[in-house]
């Protein structure tokens, strides 16, 4: 079912409220979109989810201006570039959560420590080298991670899931701070098994099976 713009903006809060309850995001961290005919929806700057409202998404051309409201999140440019690059997305997730962030923070790609990581698109879920926020280079390097991929971490920095709409978005970023909590969690205790390239083929090739059937 296609939404109109105010289910959209609805959407959009009731998600952001969710990434909250989750644990995803705090405060004013993170932020999210949703693709909207030729444009898209964002979350504001600067703002507590608390205090936002449906009128405060910001609504964009994918150009970079805005159309509608107040100050964009300082991440819009990698929402806005995900969006010219991948048309078949329709949601960008963007968390400071903390087993993600911990992963982020050494700076590692998530290895095919679960055969759950084919969730996010691959056998790894890739890290960045670190850039400053709310910058073009930050946006250039998370679409490069995001080569083929649903999720990547951004390092020093947090997360961005991506998915068809808001809701596989959120799962995806779900399953990723799982995927990073188990790796943290083997790291802390010794060396982690990884499985093999033929191992995730084969998974890939069950989950095509099991969405077939579901």
């Given at each position: ?72 999140s300082s991440e819009w ?12 997305i329709g949601a960008v ?122």
């Amino acid at each position: 079912m296609t939404m109109n713009e105010q289910q959209l903006r609805a959407a959009l809060l009731q998600t952001s409220r969710r990434m909250v309850e989750l644990g995803l995001n705090r405060g004013t961290a993170g932020n999210a979109s949703v693709r909207q005919g030729d444009g898209m929806l964002i979350t504001p700057s600067a703002l507590p989810v608390a205090e936002m409202s449906t009128d405060s998404m910001v609504r964009m051309d994918l150009e970079g201006n805005v159309l509608q409201g107040g100050k964009p999140s300082s991440e819009w440019r990698f929402h806005r570039d995900i969006f010219v690059a991948r048309p078949e997305i329709g949601a960008v997730l963007h968390m400071h959560s903390t087993f993600a962030t911990t992963i982020a923070c050494l700076g590692k790609d998530v290895p095919a420590v679960h055969y759950h990581i084919a969730i996010a698109g691959g056998d790894t879920i890739r890290c960045t080298p670190y850039t400053i926020f709310g910058e073009q280079n930050l946006s250039d390097l998370a679409l490069e991670a995001l080569r083929n991929r649903k999720a990547c971490l951004l390092g020093n920095h947090g997360m961005i899931a991506l998915g068809k709409d808001l809701n596989d978005a959120l799962s995806v970023a779900h399953e990723v701070e799982y995927l990073c909590e188990i790796y943290w969690r083997t790291l802390s205790v010794g060396e982690p098994k990884i499985l093999t390239a033929q191992q995730m083929h084969e998974v890939k090739q069950k989950f095509v099976e099991y969405k077939k059937r579901s």
